[in-house]
């Protein structure tokens, strides 16, 4: 049996439901926050909405092209053990959102943790897996409406009275609220179509 069968203990496939640039966007989203997501492009873009669209594109069709849904689902298990262990590249500490960074000016010692054969027993769930996945796709049909819904009740309210301030605050707070769900959902898929890496076992 080879490591990857040892390591991930089942094959790999897609969980996205086509090739639709709204499908793709979430498939690329995955554990992003949708808004923050968006709005790295247009901060990198100098809020030039262009040229920020332009590279998103570019991210979401990188990500489709370079199948990276499998790197993510497979691993530590398809990287060379050596590099892991020499720790060529590595993170050490969080930010304050609790995010892996790489702080050079701590002293620190890296120490490679190698994986437990059944660190990734959950990814065997198949119904579970199914069950998120039904779930996740529901939650972004969501957010799609309640955004395009969004967008449109911007463009069409009338000065600033207060049935149209009502339905901004309706809409801005059930997509909010939907945006959490949205990342709750992609954390339940998680469990399901990304190994384990040396970040959980610290």
């Not at 968006?38 to 909405?49: D, G």
Request: a neutral charge; aromatic letters at 10%; proline letters at 2%.
């Amino acid at each position: 049996m080879t490591q990857t069968g040892k390591i991930v203990p089942v094959d790999f496939s897609s969980v996205v439901k086509d090739t639709t640039l709204g499908s793709l966007f979430f498939a690329t989203l995955r554990e992003e926050r949708a808004d923050s997501f968006v709005l790295r492009f247009l901060r990198a873009r100098k809020w030039n909405p262009e040229k920020a669209a332009d590279m998103l594109l570019y991210v979401v069709k990188f990500f489709h092209c370079e199948n990276i849904e499998r790197i993510i689902f497979y691993g530590e298990s398809e990287i060379d053990a050596s590099m892991l262990h020499k720790g060529l590249v590595f993170f050490q500490g969080r930010d304050k959102l609790n995010c892996p960074i790489v702080d050079n000016t701590i002293d620190y010692k890296y120490d490679y943790i190698p994986p437990k054969m059944n660190e990734n027993e959950l990814m065997k769930d198949l119904e579970g897996k199914k069950t998120a996945l039904e779930n996740h796709r529901k939650t972004c049909e969501e957010f799609k409406t309640l955004t395009e819904q969004w967008i449109d009740v911007h463009k069409h309210r009338s000065g600033s009275s207060q049935s149209a301030s009502s339905d901004v605050n309706k809409i801005s707070n059930a997509r909010n609220a939907c945006e959490e769900q949205l990342l709750e959902s992609s954390l339940k898929l998680d469990k399901y179509t990304r190994a384990k890496n040396i970040y959980d076992r610290l």
